[in-house]
């Protein structure tokens, strides 16, 4: 008996704690709003660093020079290789621990840029431009190249063409693939708590250590990632039938009312068929042949 009691108590302690998780969910703390504000603009920063780093990768990976295209495939091959937890280790602590680097607080225009921030934006911003350069570089080679050939002939420069006729292009296509890395990128956020940055896990994290409620406060953690990555996915959507072509817009199919009931301007256009059909049968009979 005695043992089944402690079990009962256990089982009690050990249940999940409604409260809490709807108290951190709905009113979550600032150290909390700190951390997940501190995911979001570390995302964007990194996100749009690796975009141009990634730009300018895959246009050396292109280039007719073969040590940028030996550069720019061996900054690939390197950094694809190599796992981000990893590259975080090396860059912050590894640079500081050989006496190359070491990342301190920066003052910029009264806002104190931490060194970890740093050492993280820098990190996640070279990690992401490997995977960038190759998106980027699929882009390009999915456009005819006799447009490029026609804009040579036409006497644009090559830089030029790069410029108004190849990466309008290439935007449409790179797009989608963007928004994959994106989310991939806030989520990668979370590995930032290996080097002390306290970002929305690192806090989480410390919220457990004093509450002991993990299963509570990591659900919280998810809820808020799933509703990051969900508010992106309708910012992408908008931003993909901004940049889609108007001339490959599949045409507006037939509506609710005319599927069920028929009728209406598509329902006389289906009805040509018919008509068609009719007077070709009476030409084939002879019985109205000019």
Known sequence: MADTSLLA??????????????????????????????????????????????????????????????CGRTYVWLIRGTPLLVQLVLVYNGLAAAGVYRFTDVSVGG?????????????????????????????????????????????????????????????????????????????STSLLSVIGLQEMFLTAQSINSATFKTFEIFLVVACYYLGLTTIWSFVQRFIERKLADPGTAPPPGPSLRERFVGGGGRGGDSARPEKGLAAKEQTLTGRKAY
Not at 14 to 25: K, N, P, T, V
Not at 162 to 169: G, H, K, S, T
């Open 111 to 187: 806002l104190v840029l931490l060194g970890v921030v740093q050492a993280a934006v820098l990190t996640l911003a070279v990690n992401e431009a490997a995977y960038m350069a190759e998106i980027i570089r699929a882009a390009l080679d999915a456009i005819d190249r006799g447009q490029t050939e026609a804009a040579q002939a036409l006497g644009m420069t090559p830089s030029l063409t790069m410029r108004v006729i190849l990466l309008p292009q290439a935007l449409r296509i790179i797009v989608p693939p963007l928004g994959n890395e994106f989310n991939l990128m806030m989520k």
């Open 9 to 70: 108590d256990s089982a009690q302690v050990a249940g999940f704690d409604w409260s809490f998780f709807w108290h951190y969910l709905i009113s979550p703390s600032g150290t909390f709003l700190e951390g997940l504000w501190r995911t979001v603009y570390i995302s964007v920063l990194a996100q749009s660093l690796g975009v141009v780093l990634g730009l300018v990768i895959a246009l050396a990976q292109r280039s007719r020079f073969a040590a940028l295209r030996w």
